[in-house]
């Protein structure tokens, strides 16, 4: 879903409204991605090494965020911004390949049929607290987080276009010195990921 959206956008984006429209069907596509990939990890990795495998897939998501910064950032200066989506478009059809070689015997590998379970959005966090503050402190997390990647590139661009940038080189430039966000980001997860293992969770974090 996040690779046939990722394309149609460059084809059917003709305004403010649409392009809204379509970005918003990436962002629930993609939410789709994430925290299901966070859970495969847990459930593959023991408590002793879960640490390190999820510092490494955050890790890998940045450097994701880091390689569509500095392509987009440099197609859409020379081409537009049309070619420049149609080639990160190709990303997610890359990793969905990826995905169905590297994953294809994992079915198998499974011992006994899960149990059927009903659909519900009830996640039965009722009088748990520590759950719910958690959930609260990780919703405000990515609103200030997502927030602030999506504000840096534009403001950046916005900053060179007053000084007499033209906008393609401007949009350009500012994707690309914002993707040394990320880079820090591929350091401080892989690191985090491996001492949360040695230390713990908690004291990582402090740190």
Same mark, same amino acid.
């Given at each position: 879903?996040?690779?046939?959206?990722?394309?149609?956008?460059?084809?059917?984006?003709?305004?403010?409204?649409?392009?809204?429209?379509?970005?918003?069907?990436?962002?629930?596509?993609?939410?789709?991605?994430?925290?299901?990939?966070?859970?495969?990890?847990?459930?593959? &990795?023991?408590?002793?090494?879960?640490?390190?495998?999820?510092?490494?897939?955050?890790?890998?998501?940045?450097?994701?965020?880091?390689?569509?910064?500095?392509?987009?950032?440099?197609?859409? #200066?020379?081409?537009?911004?049309?070619?420049?989506? &149609?080639?990160?478009?190709?990303?997610?059809?890359?990793?969905? #390949?990826?995905?169905l070689a590297l994953f294809s015997g994992e079915r198998?590998?499974?011992?006994?049929?899960?149990?059927?379970?009903?659909?519900?959005?009830?996640?039965?966090?009722?009088?748990?607290?520590?759950?719910?503050?958690?959930?609260?402190?990780?919703?405000?997390?990515?609103?200030?987080?997502?927030?602030?990647?999506?504000?840096?590139?534009?403001?950046?661009? #916005?900053?060179?276009?007053?000084?007499?940038?033209?906008?393609?080189?401007?949009?350009?430039?500012?994707?690309?010195?914002?993707?040394?966000f990320h880079v820090m980001g591929i350091v401080a997860? #892989?690191?985090?990921?491996?001492?949360?293992?040695?230390?713990?969770?908690?004291?990582?974090?402090?740190?």
């Amino acid at each position: 879903m996040t690779a046939a959206v990722s394309l149609l956008i460059p084809v059917l984006a003709h305004g403010h409204l649409s392009a809204l429209l379509l970005f918003g069907a990436v962002a629930v596509a993609v939410s789709g991605i994430y925290t299901p990939a966070i859970m495969l990890l847990a459930e593959r &990795f023991e408590p002793a090494r879960r640490g390190r495998a999820m510092g490494w897939f955050l890790a890998a998501s940045s450097m994701g965020y880091v390689l569509a910064l500095v392509v987009g950032g440099a197609v859409v #200066a020379r081409a537009g911004w049309r070619p420049a989506l &149609f080639v990160l478009a190709l990303g997610p059809l890359l990793c969905f #390949a990826l995905s169905l070689a590297l994953f294809s015997g994992e079915r198998s590998r499974r011992t006994g049929a899960p149990a059927p379970r009903r659909v519900s959005f009830d996640a039965d966090l009722a009088g748990n607290r520590p759950a719910q503050l958690m959930i609260w402190g990780y919703v405000f997390h990515s609103w200030e987080l997502l927030g602030m990647w999506a504000w840096t590139p534009a403001f950046i661009a #916005a900053a060179l276009a007053v000084q007499g940038t033209t906008i393609e080189r401007a949009a350009g430039l500012g994707a690309s010195l914002s993707a040394i966000f990320h880079v820090m980001g591929i350091v401080a997860s #892989a690191t985090g990921g491996a001492l949360s293992d040695r230390w713990g969770a908690p004291r990582s974090s402090r740190g």
